[in-house]
């Protein structure tokens, strides 16, 4: 290989081959050392990275590599979120076993995650699709049914008509499935639960406490547990029933003398009054079409079914009719809520629709006793009016704690807190997941499968159903003798982010076989000291990762972990511009061609292309990049210089063919550069002429670190290039060996992190290579010894003076009289005031 010539292709492989012989970046538990775990997003095997892969990795491989050049002991772990429906439609579309499937992707996509020059401990691997992972998965359901943290029941669930599978409400996205897009529809399952709900405080007052999450990150996951406070109240029924009262909870208590009619979900105890009822039964049925998610619901128009019964108003006796409404919900509030629809939106569309009372009771103005409601709820801050005794109060500042204190003392209400928070339904009607480790006696009566008998495993099957659960259908795996009794295993499987809610424990001790993680080792590691992942994963993930350490601490006097990610950031998508053709289909970049960069044709020139925005890149709209190509063509130390070059890594990253091309153009010449300043090592001058080269890199390993420390890639980035361009004019200076080279090595430390490859093959030319750590920058190379004071006369810049730092007021007034450029300005003029500013300016005012 020509020394001259930076062939990528040789080096990149040559140090991928060495890290992976030396396993230079395996962590191990050295308690003399302060540690760092640093962990990305936990990928699901596709069979190919992409370019957010690529983003997120270099972004986590960057913090890693500095880290430990700081003398940390890092540990930086990847594994594989490797069960889910994408292994399985693709298992039922080839006639594919998905274990097969799933490993094959594995395979590849470790190999292009290798091409990048990550820093990670591959000899801690795991895949959730492997029984070593989902045995201790499986243990941990059954600590948790122990501790009543599990627990079974029938319920509506979101029913996804396309994967045939039950999902949680944070995986529903406009009322659609988060996978397949479809409609999402409502229907009633026994199905597994997570009580996630009975940590709803600790999961909002801890987010007070995670002072390096992103506020963004924060506001989500508190709007997302919702508490609100508020209070119950029994409402009579005329006339008399079954139920004597309608327990009802709402936040808005002071606009009950707006009351028009009471609103009941159809699950309410009281339908059972109307299961014989053919029009009753239609609506249930009409309710079903929508999912159970608030958001699909507040979606849909609003309908309802009345009934012959009305509640009173304890306030003024009022009767108001009671109604089946398809906007309310069972499992918030008692399945019940009154309506008042001159403040509520949703209650102002139903009563408009049913021709119901819309009476005012809180106004703008304290003074319009006329303020009226026509085209849209007032749903604005005021007074409340028309309310009796609560007539004049504001609205809700003082109202809302009036109209408690005044129900409780009438023993008609109690004050009260909610959370919208609803506990986690982890069955999966599918085969392709964790098996849960239950089963049922002859009467349908659940056990726990005894752990001596775990791992349960999924059998193999020859062929998947087309639809549905194929597990239904295996007979010898179904069913089981245990201890001479006759059971059935559950057949539904875990949702794949119970995997996704503890792998980070895994990590720890990824082959300790005798449960998921040893103590020594996670208080050691845990918790994660920087998470980094996309904002996209705010809910699920991070939420469900967060109640997984509250359950396992719970009733746990050895495991007090309460948080997984002690720092989370949260990187930006990477963007490409989309094209269309002439029918409105999508068009890769690959597949078109400009002329004189404007006209856009495909290759065969037949149809003319339309230039869409950039937006992130997604396989819909075929707006991706292949990063194994660009690798190919330009190396991964070039890919790492792009990515993180043009926007701070919490923005989105624009991609261009001429920025990836100018980032390769630049790794070369800093090799040439470098070819250039190793000549110069080896003449060896006799006589050191400049004294800059000193300051020069002290000030770049000041910079950099600060840059690295506070997450600013891109300011990272803007100094290697200033750092180029100074060598490059410093290079003429004729410095002694030593000089050279010991500033030298400290710059090319701190290129390593995002420029693996490259600095590695430096420091190896120059012998270099072994012990090598971060440089500390020496501050008396950072003390600037003169300074340009700004003059100012009136307030006007008129020029600048350079001095001493610590120059006095004096000093520098006698400079401006000596300095005709300036003293011009006050030529026959009195100086009435001097404003003197230490090591900034003088201000002269004539």
Not at 173 to 182: E, F, N, V
Not at 255 to 278: C, I
Not at 294 to 307: L, M, Q, S, V
Not at 789 to 801: A, C, E, H, P
């Amino acid at each position: 290989m020509s020394k001259e010539r930076y062939n990528f292709k040789l080096i990149e492989d040559k140090w991928q081959k060495v890290w992976s012989e030396q396993k230079s970046f395996k962590a191990e538990i050295k308690k003399d050392k302060k540690k760092f775990y640093c962990l990305e997003m936990f990928p699901y095997p596709s069979g190919k990275i992409h370019m957010g892969h690529v983003r997120n990795y270099t972004i986590g491989d960057v913090l890693a590599r500095y880290k430990n050049l700081k003398g940390y002991n890092v540990l930086h772990p990847m594994g594989w979120d490797s069960f889910g429906m994408p292994a399985e439609n693709a298992a039922r579309q080839n006639n594919l076993d998905p274990k097969s499937w799933t490993e094959e992707n594995i395979s590849n996509m470790k190999s292009q995650l290798k091409r990048l020059g990550l820093s990670i401990d591959w000899d801690r691997e795991i895949s959730t699709c492997s029984s070593d992972y989902y045995k201790h998965q499986q243990e941990f359901f059954l600590e948790l049914y122990d501790k009543g943290l599990v627990y079974r029941k029938e319920q509506y669930v979101n029913w996804d008509p396309i994967d045939q599978t039950v999902l949680a409400n944070e995986q529903v996205i406009d009322g659609k499935g988060w996978r397949s897009g479809a409609i999402v529809e409502r229907k009633k399952l026994n199905q597994w639960f997570f009580k996630i709900s009975k940590f709803s405080n600790e999961l909002l007052e801890n987010l007070d406490h995670l002072e390096k999450w992103p506020n963004k990150v924060k506001v989500m996951q508190k709007n997302w547990i919702g508490k609100s406070v508020g209070c119950e109240i029994d409402f009579k029924i005329e006339p008399k029933n079954k139920l004597n009262h309608i327990k009802c909870f709402t936040t808005r208590p002071d606009t009950l003398f707006g009351m028009s009619f009471l609103a009941l979900s159809v699950d309410h105890p009281l339908s059972d009054n109307y299961l014989e009822n053919k029009e009753f039964l239609e609506f249930k049925k009409e309710c079903s079409r929508v999912g159970t998610t608030e958001e699909a619901i507040a979606n849909a128009e609003k309908i309802g079914f009345k009934t012959n019964l009305y509640a009173i108003n304890p306030f003024n006796d009022e009767k108001v009719p009671i109604y089946f409404a398809n906007f309310v919900i069972m499992d918030y509030g008692h399945g019940a809520v009154f309506g008042c629809p001159a403040h509520d939106q949703r209650d102002f569309e139903f009563a408009q629709k049913y021709n119901l009372r819309i009476k005012p009771v809180v106004t703008p103005n304290l003074n319009d006793k006329n303020f009226e409601v026509t085209n849209e709820a007032y749903t604005g801050e005021g007074f409340i009016f028309n309310s009796s005794f609560l007539n004049g109060l504001k609205y809700p500042q003082e109202s809302v704690l009036k109209t408690i204190e005044y129900l409780e003392k009438n023993k008609i209400g109690n004050k009260k807190i909610n959370y919208r928070l609803k506990d986690w339904g982890v069955s999966r009607q599918r085969y392709w997941g964790c098996p849960i480790p239950i089963v049922y006696d002859q009467e349908g009566n659940p056990h726990k499968v005894p752990k001596e008998d775990l791992p349960i495993k999924l059998p193999k099957i020859s062929k998947l159903k087309p639809t549905g659960n194929s597990l239904d259908e295996e007979v010898d795996w179904k069913y089981i003798n245990i201890n001479g009794k006759k059971f059935i295993r559950e057949t539904d499987t875990l949702d794949t982010f119970v995997d996704s809610s503890w792998y980070f424990l895994r990590f720890c001790s990824p082959n300790n076989k005798k449960y998921g993680f040893k103590l020594e080792e996670a208080n050691y590691w845990m918790p994660v000291d920087q998470y980094i992942g996309g904002v996209e994963h705010a809910i699920l993930h991070l939420l469900y990762s967060r109640f997984f350490m509250q359950a396992l601490s719970f009733k746990n006097e050895t495991f007090n972990f309460k948080e997984p990610f002690k720092g989370l950031f949260t990187q930006g998508m990477v963007c490409h511009e989309t094209y269309k053709d002439n029918k409105n289909n999508w068009i890769s970049p690959d597949e078109i061609i400009s002329i004189s960069g404007e006209n856009f044709l495909k290759r065969d020139q037949s149809v003319k292309i339309t230039t869409g925005p950039s937006e992130s890149m997604s396989k819909s709209k075929k707006n991706t990049i292949d990063p194994e190509k660009i690798i190919n063509n330009f190396g991964a130390d070039s890919v790492r210089l792009f990515i993180l070059s043009d926007s701070p890594p919490e923005k989105d990253v624009q991609w261009s063919d001429d920025g990836i091309e100018a980032a390769h153009r630049f790794v070369l010449k800093l090799w040439s550069l470098h070819c250039k300043i190793k000549k110069e090592i080896e003449k060896d001058h006799d006589i050191e002429e400049g004294q800059n080269l000193n300051k020069i890199t002290n000030i770049f390993i000041k910079k950099i670190t600060d840059s690295f420390e506070n997450f600013n890639y891109n300011k990272s980035i803007a100094s290697i290039y200033e750092i180029y361009n100074s060598l490059n004019k410093e290079i003429n200076s004729k410095y002694k060996k030593n000089t050279l080279l010991n500033n030298y090595k400290k710059i090319i430390i701190c290129l390593n992190p995002v420029l693996p490859h490259l600095s590695s093959e430096i420091l190896e030319e120059l012998n270099l290579i072994d012990n090598y750590s971060w440089p500390i920058h020496e501050d008396k190379y950072l003390v600037e010894k003169d300074i340009f004071y700004v003059i100012q006369i009136n307030g006007k810049k008129r020029s600048l003076i350079k001095s001493s730092k610590n120059i006095s007021e004096d000093e520098i007034f006698e400079m401006i009289l000596k300095d005709d450029k300036i003293n011009k300005y006050f030529k026959d003029k009195n100086i009435k005031r001097k404003i003197f500013v230490p090591g900034k300016l003088i201000n002269l005012i004539l």
